[in-house]
């Protein structure tokens, strides 16, 4: 799930569906695909071109009806586990996370049992994810704020949140997201990518994309936005080479050129 990764810390869900026959064309060309922030910018100097807001229920239309009940590929059990895990995702991946946490979810599944197990014997539990002497300072850190200042709970509240160690604002809306139900979207890199390339929410920041997502995306699909658009961009909009022969909204997207089939 994801912020502006934080130094040292800080985030953040397939569905095969076949490729669907042009309903909607759009002869329009995105400019590249974005990579990265700073990679938006040089192709903003370009026109930018965005679906339409007929376009986009069709896009979310078809989300929905490929997979009704996305769900985050972190596991966890509640709003303290989410938190850990979605902390120590930060620039590593769900998989890389949901090996570290059964053992550290066994001894620490409260911010007290974290506190108790203290900062050496919680590193060791998560050092085969990257960054995780911060990450683990952090998990202490945050664990301590929330004894101290919140009952031991967390947050339903995004300032409170963003004001824990290793929390920024990617990671709080994940947590406001799905812990909470909370119809906010996290914009990640994968979302930040399939933002811009398909026309949906273009944006030279995470932050300007999110702006642009919680304009545009209807509110009947905000709950679950976040999780189709990461899946989407995980799975079939892939950073290097996207999968657009395979794409169930290939005729939508304004990206070109698109990925033909293989073979
Ligand atoms: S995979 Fe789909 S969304 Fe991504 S660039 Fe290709 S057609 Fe567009």
Redesign the pocket.
């Known amino acids: 799930m994801t912020d502006q990764p934080k130094a040292g810390v800080s985030e953040p869900k397939p569905t095969k569906t076949p490729n669907r026959r042009a309903a909607t064309k759009n002869t329009k060309k995105q400019a590249s ?1 974005p990579k990265s922030p700073a990679r938006a910018q040089s192709s903003s100097r370009q026109s930018v071109t965005r679906l339409s807001k007929a376009q986009i229920d069709e896009m979310f239309r078809r989300f929905q009806e490929a997979l009704p009940e996305p769900k985050s590929e972190l596991h966890y059990y509640s709003p303290f586990t989410l938190l850990v895990a979605v902390v120590l995702s930060a620039q590593a991946t769900d998989a890389g996370v949901n090996k570290a946490t059964p053992a550290l979810f066994k001894l620490a599944d409260t911010p007290e049992k974290l506190l108790k197990l203290g900062l050496p014997k919680v590193t060791e539990l998560v050092k085969t994810i990257g960054l995780y002497r911060s990450k683990a300072k952090n998990l202490i850190g945050l664990a301590q704020r929330l004894v101290d200042d919140f009952g031991s709970q967390v947050p339903e509240d995004r300032e409170a949140l963003e004001s824990l160690p290793g929390v920024g604002r990617k990671t709080a809306n994940v947590v406001l997201n799905v812990a909470f139900g909370e119809p906010v979207i996290a914009v990640d890199t994968h979302i930040f990518r ?1 933002s811009n ?2 026309g949906l929410a273009p944006g030279k920041t995470p932050l300007e994309v999110e702006h642009g997502l919680d304009q545009v995306v209807p509110d009947k699909y905000k709950l679950h936005a976040h999780h189709w658009l990461i899946l ?1 961009g995980r799975y ?2 892939k950073a290097r080479k ?3 022969y395979r ?1 169930l ?2 005729d939508i ?1 304004l ?1 070109e050129p ?2 033909p089939p293989l073979g």
């Open positions: 695909s399939v390339r398909t989407h079939v909009c996207p999968e657009c794409c909204i290939s997207c990206f698109k990925t």
